[in-house]
């Protein structure tokens, strides 16, 4: 299912998350179950999965990752679930070099400072691949689309280092 069309949005990275709210909203009113609590099972049925649907797809567009995601499943390019591991050579060494960071975190004499550093670090590394994105996604190009894979899985990786950096950082606080 195209979510952009469900919702009635341009297909691109950015978007205007007030006006998907607002047709979030819309869309919950037009399909929810209480609507159709006087109709046939079979309405009360569609209602349900319909409302599923409409969660489902807010959810997706309303987060960038997954958002990037359905835009290259749209294309025939799947990443849920998926196994591929990345070749940039540079990315592995510098995902090496943040791992080692976060494991100095307990020993540093100015823990909060480093984690600062760390999530400047990856800010600033997220808003490249971000940029980057963007740019492969607004083409039709097929070497593009591969390309952009490679960003979100990138950026799937700088996720998980930011929740790992935030639990550190609670466990300082502990």
Do not use: C
Not at 139 to 163: C, E, G, P, S, V
């Amino acid at each position: 299912m195209n979510y952009f069309d469900l919702f009635n949005v341009v297909p691109a990275f950015d978007i205007d998350t007030a006006l998907l709210a607002e047709r979030y909203r819309e869309l919950q009113r037009a399909v929810h179950p209480d609507k159709f609590a006087n109709d046939t099972e079979q309405q009360k049925r569609l209602s349900v999965q319909r409302t599923a649907q409409v969660n489902d797809g807010y959810q997706t567009l309303k987060n960038p990752l997954r958002r990037a995601e359905h835009m290259l499943s749209l294309r025939g390019i799947e990443l849920s679930h998926e196994t591929t591991t990345l070749k940039d050579g540079a990315f592995l060494m510098q995902q090496m070099e943040w791992r080692e960071a976060l494991e100095d975190i307990s020993q540093s004499g100015d823990p909060q400072s480093s984690i600062d550093e760390l999530y400047q670090s990856f800010g600033e590394f997220e808003s490249i691949l971000s940029a980057k994105l963007v740019t492969l996604l607004a083409t039709d190009d097929n070497a593009d689309a591969l390309l952009a894979a490679d960003q979100i899985r990138k950026l799937k990786f700088m996720a998980k280092l930011h929740n790992e950096l935030a639990r550190i950082e609670d466990g300082l606080l502990d």
